[in-house]
Nanobody, 117 residues
Framework: QVQLVESGGGLVQPGGPLRLSCAASGPPFSLYGMRWYRQAPGKERELVASITSGGTITYYTDSVKGRFTISRDNAKNTVYLQMNSLRPEDTAVYYC??????????WGQGTQVTVSS
């Protein structure tokens, strides 16, 4: 099974940057598409960004377009989420998930991002 560990969360001021990492272990990382989700208190978990196994195709939810960038390094078994121009409404627990047709999806444990002055 795939094991995912997120890191990089923390407290950041509005307008600031933060980079999240999600390190994977288990089956070959390069076979899996990867997604970042977030869940704010009292809200449903939402898809933030995704990237295909080869890194050629990305997707962003409208609220983060132009501010967030998803990328991956298959040699390091890691997917990243670079977040710029952060806003208070970006405050949430951020999760990464692996996806592959015919296989189970796996989630990380989440990392807290708080945007506040």
């Amino acid at each position: 099974q795939v094991q995912l560990v997120e890191s990089g969360g923390g407290l950041v001021q509005p307008g600031g940057p933060l980079r999240l990492s999600c390190a994977a272990s288990g089956p070959p990382f390069s076979l899996y598409g990867m997604r970042w989700y977030r869940q704010a208190p009292g809200k449903e978990r939402e898809l933030v960004a995704s990237i295909t196994s080869g890194g050629t195709i990305t997707y962003y939810t409208d609220s983060v377009k132009g501010r967030f960038t998803i990328s991956r390094d298959n040699a390091k078994n890691t997917v990243y989420l670079q977040m710029n121009s952060l806003r208070p409404e970006d405050t949430a627990v951020y999760y990464c998930k692996s996806v592959k047709a015919g296989a189970l999806d796996y989630w990380g444990q989440g990392t807290q991002v708080t945007v506040s002055s």
